[in-house]
């Protein structure tokens, strides 16, 4: 029994695990499918409401926000999370830096309420002295921007820390200039924290809601506010029809990369093999 149960019972507890977490999307895949709006039994096989989901503007308006705030706030937080990493790890001598290492974290522990409310007033502020700018696509890039750049310089801070030093110092002894260190050197060595990075931020942007909501204005709503607004009507598989693309989409991203990666590693590890015969 004993046996038995050291055996069986992790694995037990695993698909239990996974059951919990991906039941729910199954569920909502089925239901995208069927006929009717009846969300409790599945009464037939049906396409309409993918086909109401690219008649619906709103829905498809969304989408294309979504993707223009989520594009620029993943290039942006990258970028600047990149900078503020920089400054913690290779610039540590200078006043206020555990004053500017709070304010770079902070929003990784403030509430996006709080941080929804604050900008928005900052906003209103702004716009009343200067009268700019109107509550739109800028001010949701700015405030995804500020979250996603918190999460940013994390992935790049704990990279930059786990660099060798060394291969700079070696570049820069071989006549390199500082310039040249960091786009042949430095730049490939933290590039897969960037795309993690970059990734990161450009998930939270596209999921947000909370910051969106306080900082949209008429007519600029993204996905995840459309589908908010529909949910609070009741029933409509054209969301889950929606919720199904992306998901379809991100699961086919993930195999074709996961796919790419592994041929890559073959291809290298073969290559590796014959170098060593030939010798």
């Known amino acids: 029994m004993q046996r038995f149960l050291q055996r069986y019972f992790g694995r037990f507890w695993l698909v239990l695990g996974y059951a919990f977490l991906y039941t729910p999307l199954l569920f909502m895949v089925l ?20 086909e109401a ?62 941080i929804g409310l604050s900008l928005l007033l900052l906003m209103v502020g702004v716009q009343g002295a200067l009268d700019w700018p109107e509550r739109g696509l800028l001010t949701i890039i700015a405030g995804h921007t500020l979250l996603g750049m918190a999460y940013a310089t994390v992935v790049i801070t704990s990279r930059l820390r786990e660099m060798d030093r060394s291969l700079e110092e070696a570049a820069m002894d071989l006549g390199c200039r ?32 909370v910051i969106a909501e306080f900082l949209s204005g008429p007519g600029v709503n993204t996905l995840p506010q459309v589908v908010f607004t529909y949910a609070r009507r009741g029933i409509n598989p054209t969301i889950y029809a929606a919720a199904t693309m992306i998901i379809a ?4 991203s993930i195999i074709g990369w996961s796919l790419f990666t592994a041929r890559r590693q073959l291809r290298r590890e073969r290559e590796v093999n014959a170098a060593q015969r030939g010798q």
Not at 94 to 109: D, Q
Not at 181 to 203: E, H, N, Q, Y
Not at 249 to 252: A, G
């Open 53 to 114: 989901l690219f008649n619906d503007h709103k829905i498809m308006d969304g989408l294309a926000t979504s993707l223009q705030v989520a594009l620029v706030t993943g290039t942006l937080s990258a970028v600047l999370g990149a900078f503020a990493a920089f400054v913690l790890v290779r610039y540590t001598a200078f006043r206020g830096r555990r004053l500017f290492a709070g304010l770079v974290g902070a929003p990784l522990v403030m509430p996006e309420v709080i």
């Open 31 to 50: 239901f995208s499918f069927n006929s009717t709006r009846q969300d409790g039994r599945f009464t037939g096989f049906s396409l309409r409401w993918y």
């Open 249 to 252: 989409v991100v699961s086919l």
């Open 178 to 209: 500082p310039a040249q260190v960091f786009f042949l050197v430095t730049l490939p060595s933290i590039a897969p924290a960037l795309a993690a990075a970059w990734l990161l931020s450009f998930t939270l942007s596209f999921d947000d809601v």
